[in-house]
Every structure is written in structure tokens, then in C-alpha cells.
């Protein structure tokens, strides 16, 4: 079979320190070798060979909170009022080619309308379309009359595409198994108030009995379980639940950080959405988010620090926002959030980077296959233009990245062989 040689990259391996002048070689899907070039193997004719010339070469991103059903909507009933469910399907799978040509090869969902992440992932994973490796979210599970379920009754929305609204414990442990029958691999729950949503951060919205029904309900039928908390009570309450992933945390401390090392929690800080809204809001560009600025301003003078000290207490950080919500934050600007990271909470850009790879290839289960650079796994490699190592922004822009590889395949490859004999 023929390989795929990358001569003189600047390898970002996802782990360690970058080196210069590396040779990758992919074989059958998979990287075959990484080595020196003088310890590289010598291509043969039937091979393709690409001068990186200095560019960097790392592995394909995970975006571990998405929700590629968001077609900018403005509010939570835009989530299920905008489009008819036909239109917003389509929607979301351009929206997931469209992560996948940023450089994200791997998606955890954190909560779609109509099951449509389930159908995105078959269809991917079926060759039908291009999208990343996607673990599938399916509704809100909510109670009722919380952030997701405030509208006035007398509307009769209704909403049963977005939320699955639930009371007691025998309840959100029915809807979880509702939600795992139709597909999902992932649930998305809503704790507490807080972190754009109409409650504040300080409001419980599920009890403590519910949160553990509905984490033992996921998992003991092998599915993963994430919750939308910002105060300390819902955190520590989903944290002693077994809760997988932590979304936002603003009110994360230093027992929240005990139990998060101690069950092995993911943290999903999202710091890209409040300091947009909130420099939106602060320039006046953005006057009508005058009722959320507060807590959001709050959180940017906490969360940073916390989400540092999580990272060093050894805390899985996972890396993904809310784009699709709101004019602010458009999809395709998936990769600006990278940069926030070292500019707020004093991390090096390596650290942001490990966050988007490693640590997502870890949240899928699949760190022996893909996350890092490593002989034997699966080929989702990035080309860049530049070296994010020193600057994140470079990621930013879709047009640096020369080549985009997701299993041994190119997506994207602007790169110029050469051949072989020439080598």
C-alpha cells in the first residue's frame, strides 16, 4: 500500500515540547512512523511526499461542547421555532462540515433539537457526509419551569424538540433512558440558572436526587452524562453524582476541584462566550445584553484563575463554546476561543493545545487511537501555516490551515507533492 510522507514538519504532538525537522509517515489510516529525518524510512515510487518547509503539524482538534443545530438564535425558543426540523438538519450538517474544515475532527455534542446530532453522526460515519467524529447530544433534560422552560405558559410552545421536561427522580431516570433509546451517546442536563441563561448563576433548577438518578441512569446503560452548572451546590452536587462533564463551572473552588480530580470529571470553562458578550456589551455594540453582563463579568473575574488551578491540580479541561447562539458568536469561529485561554487564565498555548487534543481524545474514549502524535494511531493530522505553539490566533483563520487528514484521508490538502525519485 501506498504512504503519505510529511517531511520537515514542526511537530506539535499534542504532549511534549515541539521538535523541528520531523518525518510522519501515514499508512493504511494510520501514522506508521515518526521519526527524525535521519531516521526516517526513504519513500518509494508509489508513495506521496509533502515538504512541510517548517510548518506545523499537529493532530485534529476535539470541540467538546457543540451544538451545531444553533443557527444564531437570539433565544431558547429560536432553538425549536426557527426552522421546521427538515431545514434545521441541514443546517447542522453544514455546520459540522464546516467544523471539520476548521480543524476539528472530533465533536462532543452539548444539546440538539430533534435528535438531529444523532442522524449528523450516522450519516458521518456512513461516508454520506463530512463531519467529524461526533458523539451525539440529544435534548435538554430540564425541570419544570427552569431557564429552558420559561416562557409564559399561556404561549403553549411547548418545545418537546428541545427539552424533555421532567420532576422527581423516576422521572429524569425515564427520560434518560427515552434519550438513549433514540441514539444519543451523550446527556445534557441544566442543574442550575446562570452563564446566559435567564436564572441567575445562584438558582438550583434540578434537586440533588434528580442529578443522581439521572447520572445513574446514563451510566449504567454506558453513556456519558454533562450538565450545564455554574454554582457550587449544583457543581458539587453533579461532581459526587459521577457527572462526566462540567459545563462553564463558574463557581468551581477548591473542594469542587478535590472532587473533580477524584472522579475524573471534564471541564468544559467555555470562556469565549462571556468575554465576547461582554466586550460586545462594554464597546456598545451589544446594549441588550445589559441584564446579563453582570454575572458574566463575574465569571471573568473568578473563573480564570480557577480554570489555571484546575489545569495544574491535573483536572481534564476540554476546550468548545456555544457558537451558533447569537449574531456574536457565528459558527466557523470555532478556533478564536483557543486564544482566550493563555490571554485569561495565564496557561501557555502548549497546555490550550494538549486541552484540544489529548484531552478530547480522552473524553471520547479514544486516546489509544487518536488525540496525540504517536506511532500507530489514526491519522487526523492539521498543516498549519505558522505555529500555534507561539501564537493561537493562527488557528483562527481556516485559510492557515494547508492540510486537514481525518483517518489517513485529506479533507483539505493545499500542500504540493513531490516525487519520489526526487527525495
Not at 198 to 215: K, Q, T
Not at 277 to 285: F, K, N, P, T
Not at 310 to 325: R, S
Request: proline share 5%; hydrophobic share 40%.
Amino acid at each position: 500500500m501506498s504512504r503519505t510522507f510529511f517531511r520537515g514538519a514542526r511537530l506539535l504532538d499534542g504532549v511534549n515540547e515541539p521538535k523541528d525537522d520531523m518525518v510522519i509517515v501515514v499508512k493504511d489510516g494510520r501514522i506508521d512512523k515518526v521519526a527524525t529525518a535521519e531516521e526516517a524510512p526513504a519513500a518509494d515510487s508509489s508513495d506521496a511526499s509533502y515538504d512541510l518547509a517548517g510548518r506545523a503539524l499537529m493532530p485534529g482538534m476535539a470541540f467538546c461542547h457543540y451544538h451545531p443545530a444553533y443557527d444564531n438564535v437570539e433565544s431558547l425558543a429560536d432553538i425549536d421555532l426557527k426552522h421546521p426540523p427538515t431545514k434545521l438538519t441541514l443546517i447542522a450538517a453544514k455546520n459540522a462540515e464546516l467544523l471539520l474544515q476548521s480543524g476539528y475532527t472530533m465533536s462532543v455534542g452539548a444539546g440538539a433539537a430533534h435528535y438531529i446530532e444523532v442522524v449528523l453522526r450516522d450519516c458521518i460515519n456512513s461516508g454520506m457526509i463530512p463531519g467529524p467524529r461526533m458523539v451525539a447530544c440529544g435534548r435538554d433534560i430540564v425541570t419544570t419551569g427552569d431557564s429552558v422552560d420559561s416562557h409564559p405558559k399561556w404561549w403553549n410552545l411547548g418545545l418537546e424538540g428541545l427539552a424533555k421536561r421532567c420532576d422527581g427522580p423516576d422521572e429524569f431516570r425515564r427520560a434518560v433512558r427515552e434519550e438513549i433509546a433514540n441514539g444519543v451517546d451523550i446527556i445534557k442536563l441544566y442543574p442550575t440558572g446562570g452563564h446566559g441563561l435567564p436564572h441567575p448563576w445562584d438558582v438550583m433548577s434540578m434537586a440533588e436526587d434528580e442529578i443522581d438518578a439521572a447520572c445513574r441512569a446514563a451510566h449504567e446503560r454506558g453513556r456519558k452524562i454533562r450538565g450545564h452548572l455554574i454554582n457550587k451546590r449544583g457543581i458539587l452536587a453533579a461532581l459526587k453524582s459521577g457527572i462526566d462533564i462540567v459545563d462553564h463551572g463558574d463557581g468551581t473552588d477548591d473542594e469542587c476541584l478535590e472532587w473533580f480530580v477524584k472522579q475524573g470529571t471534564f471541564l468544559a470553562p467555555s470562556l469565549y462566550f462571556p468575554s465576547c458578550l461582554v466586550e460586545a456589551y462594554r464597546s456598545g455594540e451589544a446594549p441588550g445584553l445589559a441584564s446579563m453582563a453582570p454575572d458574566l463579568e463575574r465569571t471573568l473575574e473568578t473563573h480564570p484563575e480557577t480554570v489555571k488551578r484546575a489545569d495544574e491540580a491535573g483536572v481534564p479541561i476540554v476546550v468548545g463554546d456555544d457558537f451558533g447562539f447569537g449574531s456574536l458568536m457565528p459558527h466557523g469561529d470555532y478556533a478564536k476561543e483557543l486564544a482566550v485561554y493563555p490571554e485569561l487564565c495565564g496557561v501557555t498555548n502548549l497546555d490550550v493545545i494538549r486541552w484540544a487534543t489529548r484531552n478530547g481524545a480522552l473524553l471520547l474514549d479514544r486516546l489509544h487511537e487518536l488525540g496525540t502524535i504517536e506511532e500507530g494511531k489514526l491519522a487526523d493530522l492539521l498543516v498549519i501555516e505558522g505555529d500555534p505553539s507561539r501564537d493561537l490566533r493562527i488557528l483562527a483563520d481556516r485559510s492557515n490551515l494547508s492540510a486537514i487528514m481525518k483517518g489517513g484521508e485529506f479533507v483539505k490538502c493545499e500542500l504540493k507533492g513531490e516525487q519520489a525519485e526526487a527525495i
